[in-house]
């Protein structure tokens, strides 16, 4: 996370941006208070699905008589099986 005013932000917004692309949050502040916080929805979209994946692939394997592969069940999610 990254702090910065909204002075320094109005004149290093593409530098801000660039970096807000690579996953970093930036939070802008005014008068030492926080106004805004930027950050990419992407990456928090991939994130979440990201961890519902995983959940769903623990919850799967933890299942009785369940021993398949982390491939085997990621297809099953993908087809709607699982």
Known sequence: M???DVREAKTAFSTLLD???RGEEVWITREGKVVAKVTSPLAITDKDRAARAADEIRRLRTEA???ASVDEIRSWIDEGRA
């Open 19 to 21: 970096q807000v692309e």
């Open 2 to 4: 990254k702090m910065i």
């Open 65 to 67: 008589g369940v021993r």
